[in-house]
């Protein structure tokens, strides 16, 4: 079974510290033991990337860390002042005095919020398992095809099929982890699959996809004109998807075309040749 995918962020942490600047380190007191370093737990930012963004990451994930440590490292260390108080802004609604302006620290948890926000934004939605409550039953016939809905809630059994044009394919689900799926006879450029939507074991999209082309070729030549000759090719590509919901038992059909097609002609006189492309 295929799934449906979205838009990604690709956020590069070592760039926003590069920006922001590194903190100057603190004075080492007088006798003290050099200080260690350890990775806290929670100190990267955890991003949700493209296929492209985590080939890249994959290669450069130990400089990544290091430049998270160091934002996470840099975040704390403006969390108070000089004098290890809170710092602290003044409130114009009590005193009638500007607010403060935001420190450096502030400044760097905004951003660090901002690109979680973007990174929760795209997180695919979470699984969702469905088992049926109702008996149902439906079907639909759109372009020569004839899709079936069947759910039982004795038996905890759902599933489509789907026929015609010569072709015939089945997905079944027998309670909350058995699945079986198969099928036959789909002529050649003709592709189908199914995918649940949005993560939802209720929800489910069966995609017929067609792909056909063309070409045809002509000429005319004489002895004393010469000759002119052509060619073109075409192709087509369609798509016809069902959405069914079995919670609902609910089909819905739509479609979608795109063509493009292409024309040479060439000329060729005595002495010399002309060619057109359309």
């Known amino acids: 079974m295929t799934t449906i995918s979205t838009t990604s962020v690709s956020v590069s942490l070592a760039q926003l510290i590069s920006v922001i600047g590194t903190p100057a380190p603190a004075a080492a007191a007088t006798n003290a033991a050099a200080p260690s370093t350890t990775a806290s737990s929670g100190a990267a930012v955890f991003v949700t990337f493209s296929d492209q963004a985590k080939a890249a990451a994959a290669t450069k994930a130990e400089s990544d860390q290091v430049a998270a440590d160091t934002l996470q490292a840099y975040v704390e260390a403006h969390r108070t002042n000089n004098t290890g108080a809170a710092t602290s802004t003044t409130d114009t609604a009590s005193t009638g005095t500007p607010d403060a302006q935001p420190t450096a620290g502030s400044k760097v948890e905004a951003i660090v919020a901002q690109i ?163």
Do not use: C, W
Not at 119 to 134: C, G, I, L, R, S
Not at 180 to 199: F, K, L, Q, R, Y
């Open 116 to 278: 979680k926000a973007l990174a929760d934004a795209n997180e695919p939605p979470p699984f969702q398992a469905f088992t049926p409550t109702k008996s149902l039953s439906n079907s639909v016939t759109f372009d020569g095809y004839t899709l079936s809905l069947q759910t039982n809630a004795s038996t905890q059994f759902y599933g489509v099929s789907l026929d015609g044009n010569g072709t015939a394919i089945f997905d079944k689900h027998f309670g909350p982890s058995d699945q079986a799926g198969g099928g036959s006879g789909a002529p050649a450029g003709v592709a189908i699959g199914t995918a649940m939507v949005d993560n939802n074991e209720a929800e489910e999209a069966i995609t017929i996809t067609q792909n056909t082309a063309t070409a045809s070729s002509a000429s005319i030549s004489s002895s004393s004109s010469g000759s002119i000759s052509t060619s073109a090719v075409s192709a087509q590509s369609s798509q016809i998807t069902f959405l069914v919901n079995y919670a609902t038992g609910q089909i819905s059909v739509a479609q979608s075309a795109a063509s493009v097609s292409a024309q040479a002609t060439r000329i060729n006189q005595p002495g010399s040749a002309l060619s057109t492309f359309a």
